[in-house]
């Protein structure tokens, strides 16, 4: 028998105000990419697109080198995101565990290069020689781990009850069986929360992009080419003849277009956020 | 779940197997040296290359040169067409008509200054850079650190057709500290790059003529106001094209000037510039000016422009095409002229000038054949490659008559006027960039800009001393004079203009200040080069 | 459970040598991402040298002079240095007292609801403005909530019967302006560590509490908040961590002369007077002093959690 509770709905409120502020936003720049030049430009789109046309779009999309790049960061973020949680895991996990008799140390060895950021240039001068440059493997391995997920993935391996990995262990399971049969089920919350950390990082990544890929246009990631398009559409001083193009209209449609597969993902990633999910593995 | 997982793993490993094998074969990280292949290796200049004179036409040398360039690609869309350019069918034809091989390295406009930073660090140095000037960020100071060589003595002899069409201020202004000339220009022949544009339409309507002098401005703003226009004046942020009226009073805050004392010293401290600020801050209070027009990003200002909203702004010459063309779109009799700027309280007019070449092609010291490079830039002086750049192939693009005269039709589809742009603009690189007089007539709205050129341009801009490259500006980086890094004044503009602070009262102690925290070595560092020739009025 | 005997020295090493190799499996899933951080993270750091270094490209960091502190020296000497310090300091404090609890505050309060349509509605609206570049983010601001005529945050004032603001035509407002942007846009991607923390809590604690009496604050207070207090730890030890690196862009996109004194940081200042040439010696030289500043601020931190709640980074 639910009650009604003040609180509950005044904390409802709240949180729906909240949400409606950052709806609208989205809802204005949703609108204003489906919308005409000249509506844009006299100000007159709110949350509903008027003189709706695809045009942008079409210019967004009818670009070969943008569509190629839709699947670079595809390939990047799967395939990044893969090598990330890898590492990531493997590092978190053996720095949980109390066995681990070089914890502090370790930590410590991670936590300076967090402080402490490597310089650009010698980067740089690194991946050139161990011949990254230009191939899809600068826009992966240079940022391979996170320092911050790491530590954040370790606070939640440490949590896990030790009584249940003693058992394991009294059963005779060795680290690997532990590790993928016991503690990852158990993690799926977390797993979840870093994986997308991780995803979205790659998904949004250009740095890499520009620093290391120079010449091989066809590697440019989609950030790194939406980048492209914007200026194009506002270099100042050309003799240009662009004109059913409104930059603001382009704009707002390269946000729509980077947002789109990263809101898709979101909510197959809120299923690991359900109460219980950890619980349910455990065995007692 | 966990077969879902490899299976998923195994295809992306796969694709990006693939999309790494799609990478240039050539990824050598040495930069290929210029190799001429016939004789005259030695580098022993004059007898065995053939050197035109002038105005011979182009005769391209019967051996073929092969060097590296690095050029920005200056967010062309082309680029995205035809992605590798060195196959481009422009660059090839380019190419024949020079005897050359040319590899060239676009490099794109997203993280210019780092990229060239990183490939310079990294002991990559193309044959040729083209950079923005001597002082480019992207250069890291390689100009100072001896890295490019001096052309003075090759150019007359080697790219004649060059020496004679880039006017000779051009060639003057491009001379280094040490007296050499380092690099062959994309420069301007007209250094009043920027136009007053105005709403005839709003004038007509209310009866107003063109305005003049300053006070005539403010009548006509005043009256627009009256009538609901929105923005009678807009301007950008950081001050950017708003100095139309900094022009009138001769304060323009890029410029350097002499003060009462002879001194070389920036346009922001004289005292010309309070009554400057004095005015603006007005027009702010009266509401003449866009209260918002330091928060105004291009896109904003340009909206406003274009939707109708404003009666008077400033912009680029060349862009009067486009801005018409939109303007028409939301205001069908809407019309736009491009006027001189408001006459000041000393009769002169217009903004800064600009400086006389927009980017430079620097050769590396360590090209070899310098000389056979500079052969291929001079196909660029001639009439020939002017008609090649801007209309394309004969037969193929355009076709001539019997009198000599063009028939071209200049490109409406979005693809076709990218390609045209592309060729005409950037791969033309040595030119006149500051209109192409060829295609002009064939342009919408092309010969209004061809007047404005040919009949307000050399009257209008205020003339100032060009300091280039100061030592104690990278000491005391705030008080430079470049358009967006004039920090120290900008401060102080932009509390004066909101009425934050008084400018009667402030200025006074503003200009001490400038003295205080670093102006005064600044000073004497500009008025010592001017004294050597070092720093020269601009023409 | 093991029982550790007091060993003399020599055994003792050989037990270490012998403890490791019983768990062996460990330190070898350690191995691979030991080995990324000495390769990527530590080896160029060596390249800081450029902060003692009168560095040119050309030159490379071989051909380079030393040059010791000279640099550290140019930047205290700058005129602007003091203020900058002091927004760096001010803002990184407005950021840890109002930034960080917000995103545990919101997690807190979606825990609560009761709808589970409701709650993962609510969760994916306010996870989308992270995907907001900072330059939409910046626009969203400054034109449509706090333009002087029809700013929605002045149509509110005006239909109120307050007086209009020009919100950014001074810098009264800037740094609060700057530090709600930053809670706005990622408020709700940074709860989802608190959501997902939240979830791993056994439900059966709430259960008994319930049964005992214990209403919602006090199940917050007394179960909720000291389970999440090791993930609470880390993030807020992260972020002190990082003290001085408030962002690049989201300041930039606020910044102008009217309010440069207030909210000028370390990195716009870089990229705004664009050092020609002398950049990297330069940013390499503040990127060093942010970093000895973030350590220093860590390692106090870190201490004064392990004496509170017993619970530190490391």
Same mark, same amino acid.
């Given at each position: 028998m639910k009650k009604f509770s003040l609180a509950g709905f005044i904390n409802a409120l709240f949180l729906g105000l909240i949400a409606l502020s950052m709806l609208l936003p989205f809802l204005n720049v949703i609108a204003v990419s489906f919308s005409g030049q000249v509506a844009i430009n006299n100000n007159a789109v709110t949350f509903w697109p008027i003189d709706v046309t695809l045009e942008n779009y079409r210019l967004v999309f009818g670009n070969k080198l943008l569509v190629r790049s839709i699947w670079v960061s595809i390939v990047v973020t799967g395939l990044g995101t893969l090598c990330n949680m890898t590492l990531t895991v493997l590092l978190a996990y053996a720095i949980s565990r109390k066995e681990f008799l070089f914890k502090r140390s370790v930590t410590l060895f991670i936590l300076f290069t967090f402080v402490f950021p490597a310089p650009m240039i010698p980067t740089y001068l690194l991946v050139q020689k161990l011949k990254m440059l230009e191939t899809i493997w600068a826009l992966i391995i240079p940022g391979a781990i996170s320092t911050f997920n790491l530590l954040v993935l370790r606070s939640f391996f440490e949590q896990l009850p030790e009584s249940v990995l003693e058992s394991a262990r009294m059963d005779g399971a060795g680290e690997w069986r532990t590790l993928y049969e016991i503690v990852l089920p158990m993690s799926k919350a977390s797993l979840a929360t870093v994986g997308l950390f991780y995803g979205v990082t790659n998904w949004n990544a250009y740095m890499p992009a520009m620093l290391y890929i120079n010449r091989n246009t066809k590697l440019y990631p989609l950030q790194i080419k939406l980048r492209d398009m914007l200026l194009q559409s506002s @270099?100042?001083?050309?003799?240009?003849? !662009?004109?059913?193009?409104?930059?603001?209209?382009?704009?707002?449609?390269?946000? @729509?277009?980077?947002?789109?597969?990263? !809101?898709i993902a979101y909510p197959f990633v809120q299923g690991y956020f359900v109460k219980g999910v950890t619980l349910g593995s455990v065995k007692e | 779940m966990k077969k879902g997982i490899a299976v998923t793993a195994g295809m992306l490993v796969l694709a990006a197997g693939m999309l790494g094998a799609c990478q240039k074969a050539d990824n050598s990280t040495a930069a290929p040296t210029t190799q001429a292949v016939t004789q005259a290796e030695s580098g022993s200049a004059g007898g065995e290359t053939e050197t035109p004179a002038a105005g011979d036409g182009y005769a391209a040398p019967a051996d073929t040169v092969e060097f590296s360039m690095s050029m920005r690609s200056l967010a062309y869309r082309y680029f995205d067409q035809a992605p590798d350019i060195n196959d481009d069918k422009w660059k090839v034809e380019l190419e024949n008509r020079t005897n050359s091989k040319i590899d060239i390295m676009v490099v794109p406009q997203t993280g210019y200054v780092e990229k060239m930073n990183l490939m310079f660090a990294s002991g990559q140095i193309p044959d040729v850079v083209q950079a923005s000037s001597y002082s480019d960020p992207a250069l890291a100071n390689a100009v100072a650190e001896d890295v490019f060589m001096p052309l003075d003595d090759l150019i007359k002899e080697y790219a004649p057709n060059l020496w004679e069409r880039v006017p000779e201020d051009v060639w003057e202004s491009l001379r280094y500290d040490d007296g050499h000339i380092y690099g062959l220009p994309e420069y301007l022949s007209s250094t009043t790059r920027r136009a007053t544009y105005i709403r005839k339409d709003l004038l007509d309507k209310y009866n107003l003529e063109i305005p003049v002098t300053l006070d005539d401005y403010v009548n006509v703003m005043r009256v627009f106001k009256d009538k609901g226009v929105k923005y009678p004046y807009v301007g950008r942020e950081k001050f950017m094209y708003t100095d139309t009226f900094f022009g009138a009073f001769n304060a323009v805050p890029t410029t350097w000037l002499l003060d009462e004392n002879d001194q070389v010293v920036p346009a922001f401290i004289m005292p010309q510039m309070k009554d400057a600020l004095a005015f603006y801050h007005d027009l702010y209070e009266e509401g003449l000016i866009d209260k918002e027009s330091l928060l105004n990003k291009q896109e904003d200002w340009e909206r406003k422009c274009v939707a109708g909203e404003v009666g008077i702004f400033q912009r680029n010459v060349v862009n009067y095409s486009q801005m018409q063309a939109k303007l028409e779109q939301s205001v069908p009799d809407g019309e736009f002229i491009m006027i001189p700027g408001p006459v000041g309280p000393d009769g002169g007019h217009g903004v800064a000038k600009a400086s006389p070449y927009m980017r430079v092609f620097l050769f590396n010291r360590n090209m070899k054949n310098p000389e056979r490079v500079l052969q291929f830039f001079d196909y660029m002086g001639t009439d020939e490659a002017a008609e090649f750049f801007s209309f394309g192939i004969e037969g193929e693009t355009y076709t001539k008559n019997a009198d000599g005269s063009i028939n071209f039709e200049y490109p409406t589809d979005t693809g076709a006027m990218d390609e045209l742009q592309y060729r005409a603009d950037w791969l033309w690189g040595v030119r006149n960039s500051a209109y192409n007089e060829y295609l002009l007539p064939y342009q919408t709205g092309g010969n209004t800009i061809l007047d404005y050129f040919n009949e307000v341009a050399p009257t209008e801009g205020r003339e100032w001393i060009d300091v280039k490259q100061m030592e104690t500006l990278t000491t005391y980086p705030d008080l430079q004079t470049q358009e967006n890094r004039q920090e120290y004044w900008q401060a102080y503009a932009a509390k004066v203009f909101y009425g934050e602070l008084d400018v009667e009262e402030t200025f006074d102690s503003f200009v001490e200040d400038y003295y205080k925290i670093g102006g005064k070595e600044v000073v004497e560092e500009a008025t010592k080069r001017y004294r050597e020739g070092l720093a020269v009025w601009t023409k | 459970m093991k029982v550790q005997k007091e060993l003399p020295p020599s055994k003792r090493s050989r037990s270490v040598i012998r403890q490791i190799y019983q768990h062996k499996t460990i330190y070898v899933m350690a191995l691979p991402a030991i080995l990324w951080y000495i390769i990527f993270k530590y080896i160029p750091l060596m390249g800081s040298v450029i902060a003692f270094q009168d560095y040119s490209i050309f030159k490379g960091i071989s051909g380079s002079a030393f040059v010791g502190f000279k640099n550290f020296r140019k930047l205290f000497a700058y005129p602007d240095f003091y203020n900058i310090l002091r927004n760096s300091v001010t803002i990184g404090l407005y950021d840890i007292l109002l930034s960080f609890p917000m995103p545990l505050i919101l997690a807190l309060s979606l825990n609560e609801v009761r709808s589970l349509k409701y709650k993962k509605g609510i969760q994916t609206i306010v996870y989308l403005?992270?995907?907001?570049?900072?330059?939409?983010?910046?626009?969203?601001?400054?034109?449509?909530?706090?333009?002087?005529?029809?700013?929605?945050?002045?149509?509110?004032?005006?239909?109120?019967?307050?007086?209009?603001?020009?919100?950014?035509a001074s810098s009264k407002y800037i740094r609060g302006i700057v530090i709600s942007s930053g809670v706005w846009r990622d408020m709700g991607y940074s709860a989802i560590v608190y959501i997902a923390a939240i979830t791993s809590i056994d439900p059966s604690l709430y259960e008994a509490a319930r049964i005992d009496g214990a209403n919602k604050f006090n199940q917050i207070r007394y179960i909720t908040l000291p389970s999440l207090t090791p993930v609470i730890v880390t993030m807020l030890l992260l972020k002190v961590g990082h003290f001085m690196d408030f962002g690049f862009e989201r300041i930039w996109v606020f910044l102008s002369g009217v309010n440069q004194e207030k909210i000028e940081i370390f990195d716009t200042f870089i990229y705004r007077v664009g050092l020609q040439g002398a950049q990297f010696s330069f940013s390499t030289t503040i990127g060093l002093f942010k970093a000895v500043v973030g350590l220093t601020l860590l390692l106090g931190s870190n201490y004064i959690s392990k004496r509170l709640v017993d619970k530190g980074l490391f």
């Open positions: @270099v100042e001083g050309s003799s240009d003849q !662009l004109i059913h193009l409104s930059a603001y209209g382009m704009k707002m449609t390269i946000i @729509v277009v980077a947002a789109i597969p990263v !809101l | - | 403005p992270h995907f907001l570049s900072w330059v939409v983010v910046g626009s969203i601001f400054v034109n449509v909530l706090l333009s002087p005529d029809f700013g929605l945050i002045n149509r509110l004032l005006e239909i109120l019967g307050f007086e209009k603001v020009f919100f950014m």
